[in-house]
């Protein structure tokens, strides 16, 4: 059988295929996503959940002109592919190759740069309202998921989209899903519905048989009116929905293409005076039976293999455990240890790894959904009771509950553990998921203990230490294997506001903070051959700093601060703010991440490309002693431009 996929170089090329073609189609868009991200790694169970649909949105759309917005990007595979991009698509997420989002300077497909849920109908409501001020026409689509629903931003949205009565229209697509299972009313709301009459046949059935009624005066149209509303407010699927002022489809099987496009078209026919929500059923990781029966496992997945009919690991056996898995048995230990520990997540019990904590601790763990400022608010409510929450979250996730870090946190005075995984650079998913920027607007609350282990050992001593604090405190951790000891000997306890010294040095000192201390240590080494002593120090704090140890150091010659994080306003700032407070001058050369967003790829090649390797810190200590340098100048790290 011909491919039909290798045919197929715009969305205009799905016009002539018959909807068996279409079929066929998708079964070869899902075994192509499925092959490359088995290389490379990716987002795998929720774009073979959208293939159907997302092939009927550009049959029925020309969004080279009309606009989609994805919620999240991680479900665009098929869009790229289908948007002039499927001969690049095995270089999805690698070094040099495509985004594993959308990204608007690789396509005018693409809208925005789409990594965080819950932005689409915002985004959405702003391009329909945009339009008018800029006299525009084209049509406006957004995908939501039903786990993006739950997020306030989304609910937000709904309540404003509905109050302007313009028309455009919302996927929910909805696979009871967002990275694990969806949880919350919503949801529950949403199962009804799955699990209920299908309304818009109802309405056409009940339609069909007032049509054969004989002419009725004006008082019993009326009366049938009122019961047609009673009715409706009874057993219609999308009632919330209609009554925040959508008109509501639905639901319907996400995987049947033609049933998809004759509904846009319905749609499109209509001139609705507000808002069209389609709802639509589908399956994630559907056509790869693993991805099926283990949707969370494969969201995002590790490179993999299928041999003999069996899906492995790329990993190999015995590889290094992650500091996500650390932290999730260290986080365990300590919930045995004290039953006033309760752990709180938004949507991500597998990926924080408090998904252990919840197998056995049920009663003390809350997944809140996509809904980072209200699990936060949930932890005051908690430390206000007596109880220890400890609030696991990604980095750049937690940016969200900016405010209610200030103002239930911080401003309260009340105990908390911030867990943020995924802090620095995460490598193949690029800018929207690069914790970057944490330290900066953790450090700056009053009274937060801002802190990151340099390896496994400390991690878990850091946990035991915030738990027991009476204050608020932070603990940030990578997306990487974990280093299990750069201690020489046994680890030292950790104290508040001590530093370690790892290695003595009278030339220069690079002040490390978290696991840059490993690369320092090595840029130690290769500069010592040279005769250059480095001294190494590992921070542990960025708030409060070790006052002695870097006034110390300074003294004695020029500081090198490693940090995998943005330069402004991280922890060389911090540094730079207490040697300015103390009239200390010091030559200090700060080594993290540019004042640019910083692009995809391998881990380790990014951090080469911000100097926050071994070669790169040791040239740092080379040029804050005037020494040349030992190779040519780096290459600008990628960014978004």
């Known amino acids: 059988m011909a491919s039909i996929l290798e045919t197929i170089n715009s969305p205009a090329d799905l016009a002539g295929l018959t909807w068996e073609e279409l079929a066929q189609l998708a079964g070869e868009l899902r075994s192509e996503i499925t092959a490359v991200v088995g290389r490379n790694g990716g987002h795998l169970s929720s774009n073979l959940g959208v293939v159907e649909l997302t092939i009927a949105l550009h049959r029925s759309y020309d969004f080279s002109k009309d606009r989609l917005v994805l919620d999240v990007g991680h479900q665009g595979y098929t869009h790229k592919i289908l948007t002039g991009r499927r001969e690049a698509f095995g270089s999805i997420r690698t070094d040099g190759g495509i985004s594993g989002f959308p990204h608007p300077a690789e ?58 009565g313009r028309q455009f229209l919302v996927i929910l697509n909805d696979n009871s899903m967002s990275i694990s299972r969806s949880v919350g009313s919503i949801s529950r709301y949403l199962n009804r519905i799955r699990v209920g009459p299908t309304y818009n046949e109802l309405k056409s059935e009940v339609r069909s048989i007032l049509h054969r009624i004989p002419k009725l005066g004006p008082t019993m149209e009326a009366a049938l009116a009122e019961i047609r509303d009673g009715i409706r407010r ?21 995987h049947d ?15 609705f005076d507000k808002p069209v929500m389609v709802h639509v059923l589908t399956e994630k990781g559907r056509g790869f039976k693993p991805a099926e029966e283990d949707p ?43 039953r006033r520990l309760a752990a709180i997540t938004a949507a991500m019990p597998d990926g924080t790894g408090t998904a252990c904590f919840a197998e056995e601790f049920p009663e003390r763990f809350f997944d809140v959904g996509i809904c980072e400022q209200h699990a936060v608010g949930l932890a005051a409510g908690f430390a206000k009771m ?32 911030f867990c943020l995984d995924r802090a620095g650079l995460v490598g193949a998913d690029g800018p929207t998921h690069h914790g970057a920027y944490d330290i900066s607007y953790m450090r700056q ?68 903070f978290g696991v840059t201390a490993s690369a320092a240590l090595e840029a130690a080494g290769q500069l010592a051959g040279e005769g250059i002593e480095a001294a190494v120090i590992n921070a542990r704090f960025a708030k409060p700093l070790d006052r002695d140890a870097i006034l110390t150091a300074a003294r004695r010659g020029p500081i090198v601060t ?80």
């Open 445 to 512: 609350f009053p009274g937060i203990i801002v802190m990151a282990p340099a390896d496994a050992q400390e991690l878990k001593m850091m946990l035991s230490f915030a738990i027991r604090a009476p204050h608020a405190t932070s603990i940030r951790y990578p997306r990487t294997a974990i280093v299990e000891s750069v201690s020489a000997g046994k680890p030292e306890p950790v104290r508040l506001g001590r530093s370690v010294t790892l290695r003595d040095g009278s030339d220069a000192t690079i002040i490390s």
């Open 107 to 164: 396509s005018p497909y693409d809208t925005f740069v789409e990594g965080h849920a819950g932005a689409a109908l915002s985004q959405a409501l702003g391009l329909v309202l945009g339009r008018e001020i800029a006299g525009t026409d084209e049509k406006v689509v957004a995908i939501v998921g039903d786990g993006s629903l739950t997020a306030g931003m989304a609910l937000e949205a709904i309540n404003n989209a509905g109050h302007t």
């Open 386 to 417: 007596g109880l220890r929450p400890v609030v696991a979250i990604y980095s750049t996730f937690l940016q969200r509950a900016y405010d209610q870090v200030f103002h239930e946190i911080a401003l309260q005075e009340l105990p908390c553990v």
């Open 562 to 641: 490693a940090e995998e994080h943005s330069l402004v306003g991280g922890f060389g700032s911090a540094v730079l703010e207490l040697l300015a407070d103390s009239g200390v001058d010091a030559r200090v050369v700060r080594v993290g991440l540019p004042d640019s967003f910083v692009g995809h790829g391998s881990r380790a090649r990014l951090l080469a490309s911000v100097s926050l390797d071994a070669t790169g810190l040791a040239n740092a200590v080379r040029r804050a002693l005037g020494a040349p340098e030992r190779e040519a100048a780096r290459e600008a790290p990628e960014a978004v431009k």
């Open 257 to 271: 293409t033609r049933l998809l496009c004759e509904t846009f078209a319905e749609v499109e026919q209509l001139h």
């Open 296 to 338: 969370t496992s494969y969201h995002s997945a590790a490179p993999f293999r299928c041999h003999n009919g069996k899906v492995e690991a790329a990993r190999e056996s015995g590889a290094a455990a992650s500091y996500t898995e650390i932290f999730a048995r260290a986080l365990v230990e300590a919930g045995r240890a004290d």
């Open 234 to 254: 009874a057993v219609m699927p999308g009632q919330m929905f209609e009554e925040m002022g959508f008109a509501y489809f639905g639901p319907l099987d996400g």
